[in-house]
C-alpha cells in the first residue's frame, strides 16, 4: 500500500510512465463504447510529447486516465514505479496533488482569487507552512513572468497572464509530470506561442510535459508525437525538428497586453 506517494523510491532506470495493454469501456445503457483499445506506451523523465487525435479518438480518455481522473477497464498504468490501478480514491487523490500538474484550456481559476492565492491552492492540502506556500508561489508566478501581477484578479489579467497563473499553480507542488489540456484553446495565436515557449522553458529544466492539442502547429513545439485514432495509437515518432517558440514568437505582430485585458 502507498502511504506516502512523494516518498516512493523508484528505479531511476525506469520509465517515469509505463502503459501496458490499457483499456477502458464505457457502458452507456447496453451499448459498450471502446474509448481505448489496447494501449501501450512508455514515456522517459525530461520528455515533451504531444497527443493529438480527432474528437472521439481515444486522447482525452487517456489523459483523464494518466491524470488519475479515472480507472482504466484493463491493463496497467504505473507512475514512477507506482501501479496506479492498485491505489485507493485517497491515495489517487494524494497522487494528483503531489506527483501531476494540471493546466487546462479554461484556466480553472477562482474569480475572487488573486492570482497568489491560485497559485498556493495545491499547497494547502498538504503541511506546507504559511511562509513557504507565500514564497513557491511567488517563485512560480516569477517563472512564468508574472512577478509583477501577484495580487492580480482574474479579470485584471489578459488570456495569457491566465493561463500562466494556471501554469505556475501546476508547478508549486514540485510534480513529476505536467499534463496540459489544450492549453492554447482559448488564446490568439501570439499569446499561445509565448504559453509553448514557457512549457519549452519548464521541460529544457528537466520538467517532464504531457500536451494534449488538435493543432498541429501547437504540437510542432514537442519533441515527440504520439497520435490517437479509433482508440489505439496510430504513430509514435519522435519530432526531429521541433519549432522554438522564443524564435517563432519573432516573426508574429505584438499584442498590446492592455488591449488584450480590456477585451
Known sequence: MIHDPGLSATNPDSPLIQIDHLTKVYELGEVEVHALRGVSVRVSKGEFVAIMGASGSGKSTFMNIL???????????????????KLSRDELAAIRNKKIGFVFQGFNLLSRTS???????PMFYSTVSNKLRKSKAIEALEKVGLGDR?????????????????IARSLVND??????DEPTGNLDSRTSVEV???FQELNNHGI???LVTHEPDVAQ??????????GKIRSDKVNTNPKIASEVIKDLPMIDDE????A
Open 67 to 85: 491524470g488519475c481522473l479515472d480507472k482504466p477497464t484493463k491493463g496497467t498504468y504505473i507512475l514512477e514505479g507506482i501501479d496506479v490501478g
Open 259 to 262: 488591449e488584450d485585458e480590456a
Open 208 to 210: 517532464t510535459i504531457i
Open 196 to 198: 509553448m515557449g514557457i
Open 115 to 121: 492570482a497568489i492565492e491560485n497559485v498556493e491552492l
Open 175 to 180: 510534480p513529476s509530470i505536467i499534463l496540459a
Open 150 to 166: 501577484l495580487h492580480h484578479y482574474p479579470n485584471q489579467l489578459s488570456g495569457g497572464q491566465q493561463q500562466r497563473v494556471a
Open 221 to 230: 513545439f514537442a519533441k515527440r508525437h504520439v497520435v490517437f485514432r479509433d
